[in-house]
């Protein structure tokens, strides 16, 4: 809470400023470099950083939300464009990781489309927010936000790389335990 509440500090009072992009950028470059080597998949890693996102998005957002900040149209269509892009890339990213079966673990690998589509991800919420910029739009949405979007895009690919590896162990070992690093053997449903 200590970090989410320097984080709050640190941006202007309208939750912009420049350390939701610094942030974001390095959350990215993190993501794409170890997702690109793979690694175990393991859920508890799989929502942490999501989650964590997330969660120090809103710091940026809602205190501005909460105190009365005027927003208008263009906002709103901002902001409903940056939640559907998000999500919707975040859906197509997760179709893409490579899901394998090693030694009875489940690991995922970042492909080319898939660091195309991050690529993708990242041009396209510059180009919103600078549409955003030259539309009068608030800095809450065009910069403050940058963080929450990255979140649950991020969320909602790791939701669909966990439920193909899922549906895929489950495939592999029919009758046999879910066989996913970290999450709680249960049996399998055909």
């Known amino acids: 809470m200590l970090l989410i509440h320097q984080y709050a500090e640190a941006t202007r009072d309208d939750g912009a400023g420049p350390l939701p992009m ?46 009365g900040r005027p927003l208008h149209g263009i906002d709103a269509v901002l902001a409903v464009a940056d939640l559907a892009l998000s999500i919707g890339l975040g859906a197509v990213r997760g179709r893409t990781v490579r899901i394998d079966l090693v030694a009875g673990a489940s690991r995922y690998r970042y492909g080319p489309a898939t660091v195309l589509l991050w690529g993708l991800s990242i041009a396209l919420r510059f180009a919103l927010g600078a549409y955003g910029a030259r539309h009068g739009a608030s800095p809450l949405v065009t910069e403050a936000g940058v963080l929450l979007m990255l979140g649950l895009s ?18 592999d070992r029919p009758g046999g335990p879910v066989a996913i690093s970290g999450a709680t053997p249960g049996p399998s449903h055909p």
């Open 154 to 171: 991020l969320l909602t690919q790791n939701t669909i790389v966990f439920a193909r590896a899922a549906s895929r162990a489950r495939r």
């Open 22 to 67: 610094v942030i974001g950028t390095a959350v990215v470059v993190l993501l794409v470099l170890t997702g690109i080597r793979g690694r175990e998949l393991r859920p508890r890693k799989l929502f942490l950083l999501p989650g964590i996102v997330v969660l120090v998005g809103l710091a940026a957002v809602l205190p501005p939300l909460a105190g």
